[in-house]
């Protein structure tokens, strides 16, 4: 396959970075939205939890979509490739798992809290079950949070290099 070339590259990486941006700058206003919700208010909840929905729907979404399909674009038509380096390797791997945490888990409870929300009215932030979504979705978030944290320390650090590499840097 033909490779990108050095100004390819840099778009690429300019590319990545915004849409790295998105997804994780929607990711953080979720959750501080929804740790300000007063949960004892039907009119807060719903209207929290819908913008909550509006938000990974139209940002983290985009964010997430995007960074996948630069990440592949990164394996086939660069030197990069997806395992050569082990910490890139690592990074592709808990991109996948977070990302399947965030449709999965994320989006599955945030929408059926809404629909609860939505049937139930004033009765569903007293339902156990109600509860229960949030609590675990809550939970999700901050594990998708932490490992993004980690994703850019890796980007930055490049740990588990080859021992050739370290020597031709230092």
Do not use: C
């Not at 990711?27 to 740790?35: A, R």
């Not at 082990?86 to 592709?92: L, P």
């Not at 990302?99 to 139930?120: C, K, P, S």
């Not at 004033?122 to 229960?132: D, G, H, K, L, Y």
Request: no cysteine; net charge positive.
């Amino acid at each position: 396959m033909k490779k990108i070339g050095p100004k390819g590259m840099k778009w690429l990486k300019i590319i990545h970075v915004f849409l790295v941006v998105v997804f994780f700058g929607g990711i953080l206003s979720s959750i501080v939205l929804n740790l300000h919700i007063d949960f004892t208010k039907y009119d807060e909840s719903y209207l929290g939890y819908k913008n909550m929905i509006i938000l990974s729907d139209y940002i983290v979404r985009l964010g997430a979509v995007g960074t996948l399909l630069i990440g592949f674009v990164y394996g086939f038509f660069t030197n990069w490739g997806f395992f050569k380096h082990r910490w890139v390797g690592v990074k592709f791997v808990l991109y996948i798992i977070q990302t399947i945490v965030g449709i999965f888990i994320v989006d599955e409870l945030m929408v059926r809290n809404m629909e609860l929300l939505e049937a139930q009215k004033e009765m569903a932030i007293s339902n156990p079950t109600f509860v229960q979504n949030h609590k675990v979705m809550q939970s999700a978030v901050f594990f998708q949070i932490t490992v993004t944290i980690f994703i850019f320390v890796i980007s930055y650090l490049k740990p588990w290099r080859k021992k050739k590499v370290q020597a031709k840097q230092s």
